[in-house]
């Protein structure tokens, strides 16, 4: 039998991480786009930051999947 409860959870759960790291990564990209050769050092340090946080949420989502991680 299906666990319908546990199913709308996970796919809930996978919609709102995958809009969350599409979003920082398009913000990302948006603050390091300035039309210019070089990016302010606040813009610049904010899309750094997006996209470290980004990186951080995919290597914490490979942690999740591998079950190696988790003896």
């Known amino acids: 039998m299906i666990d319908w409860a546990a199913f709308f959870v996970v796919l809930a759960t ?3 991480a995958s809009c969350t790291v599409v979003a920082l990564f398009s913000l990302g990209l948006r603050l390091l786009d300035t039309g210019q050769r070089a990016a302010h050092g606040v ?3 904010a899309g750094l930051a997006c996209f470290t946080v980004c990186a951080l949420l995919v290597l914490y989502g490979v942690y999740l999947i591998i079950p190696v991680f988790h003896r």
């Open 14 to 16: 996978t919609l709102v």
């Open 43 to 45: 813009r610049r340090a």
